[in-house]
């Protein structure tokens, strides 16, 4: 049996989403196709987002009532039928929302490695900061920093992120731990369409950040954000030039599927409307 990660009395009988699943239904339903697909395995159409057996149904319960709060941030930020807003109220729950996206991240490297990227001693210290995630989702307190990138065209531009397909910054998701050599720095990297959360585990000092970080105190001024340390830009092209190589493993077979379903699609759709934009 798999007992809770979280909680470490129950067992595990849920296979819980590392993203919401109301994010990946966001991108299903914006779509002309329907389906997800992954940057790992780009032939196989999938219905749903990674899920790994972390959570019992109690804590499961527990971080759905931090998923609800965080779904109305979201649906203010993903909407094709109005502006990015100029500002955002997180609460202390929504705030909880993204730390535990965090906590599934590192606990599925942790307890479900499936590539080796970490050294023995890396992951040894993850349960040190497990545990003080842990403390951030359940008490609220700001143990780590989250910082927030709206993935809009002014602020990407004013932050000088590359200027890449906007479908990375609008339409895809997905997160991971990043680590750098000898604890220089050490995030959990999370993107979900149109922003990207950082997690910072182990600080660096010179990195700068202006107007990025968040608190449930004062709401989040959009206008305040002005600059994010290069490495975010390297991210961010890591994970496009993921998408891209996934790209150029699609069979002819797949590519057939996905312009029938485009070909078919009648009217419009989020995702039309993201491959329209241009950065002029
Ligand atoms: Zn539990």
Same mark, same amino acid.
């Given at each position: ?7 470490? *009395? @129950? ?11 109301? #994010? ?6 914006? &779509? ?7 940057? #790992?395995?780009?032939?196989?159409r ?24 965080? $779904? ?15 500002e %955002? ?26 590539d ?9 210290r ?11 989702? &359940? &008490?609220?307190?700001? @143990?780590?920093?989250?910082?927030? %990138?709206?993935?809009?065209?002014e ?7 590359p ?17 750098? *050599? ?13 922003? #990207? ?5 182990? $600080? ?8 990025? $970080?968040?608190?449930?105190? @004062? ?12 490495v ?9 030039g ?19 379903? #485009? ?7 989020? &995702?039309?409307?993201t491959?329209? $934009?241009?950065?002029?």
């Amino acid at each position: 049996m798999n007992t809770c990660k979280y909680c470490g *009395d @129950n067992e595990a009988i849920e296979n819980s989403h590392i993203i919401p699943s109301f #994010i990946c239904r966001w991108v299903k339903e914006t &779509s002309p196709t329907n389906v997800l697909r992954s940057s #790992i395995n780009p032939n196989v159409r999938q219905q749903d987002g990674e899920k790994e057996p972390l959570l019992c149904k109690q804590c499961e319960g527990e971080f759905s009532t931090y998923e609800r709060a965080f $779904k109305k941030v979201f649906s203010q930020m993903a909407n094709y039928r109005k502006d990015f807003p100029n500002e %955002i109220k997180f609460t202390k729950e929504t705030l909880s929302c993204i730390t535990s996206i965090a906590w599934r991240v590192l606990a599925g490297q942790y307890y479900f490695p499936k590539d080796h990227l970490y050294t023995r001693d890396e992951v040894d210290r993850f349960p040190e900061f497990l545990d003080k995630m842990k403390e951030q989702i &359940s &008490s609220g307190v700001q @143990n780590y920093t989250v910082h927030f %990138i709206p993935c809009t065209k002014e602020v990407i531009k004013k932050v000088g992120l590359p200027q890449i397909d906007f479908s990375y910054y609008e339409r895809s998701f997905g997160a991971e731990p990043r680590i750098w *050599d000898d604890w220089a720095r050490f995030i959990i990297y999370i993107k979900i369409p149109f922003g #990207i959360f950082v997690v910072e585990l182990v $600080k660096n000092n010179h990195d700068i950040w202006t107007g990025t $970080k968040l608190s449930y105190e @004062n709401p989040f001024l959009i206008v305040n954000v002005e600059k994010v340390p290069p490495v975010i830009g390297y991210q961010v092209s890591h994970f496009f030039g993921e998408f891209l190589k996934s790209l150029s493993k699609l069979t002819e077979k797949q590519k057939e599927l996905m312009r029938k379903d #485009i070909n078919n699609f009648k009217g419009d759709c989020g &995702s039309f409307k993201t491959n329209r $934009k241009k950065w002029d």
